[in-house]
């Protein structure tokens, strides 16, 4: 496994306490439309620490050049 900086790590982190926060509200009143807003914008969180790599240009110039 390749190792993750702290920025994406403290993003990840920040990410998944919103989701699971979400998740315990949206169960707990029986209502998700309250909670809808924090789970997506900790799911992008997620998403976004997961799935960006820093080095796409360095790829995209080797490949190139």
Known sequence: MKT???TKVT???IG???VLVSLIGA???LNLVNYFFPLYAGLTLMGVSL???GNVKKETE????
């Not at 080797?62 to 050049?65: D, E, L, R, S």
Request: hydrophobic content about 45%; aromatic content about 0%.
């Open 16 to 18: 998944t306490v919103t």
């Open 4 to 6: 993750i900086d702290k």
């Open 51 to 53: 799935l960006n790599k």
């Open 27 to 29: 169960v707990r009143d």
């Open 62 to 65: 080797n490949v190139i050049g």
């Open 11 to 13: 993003v990840l982190a």
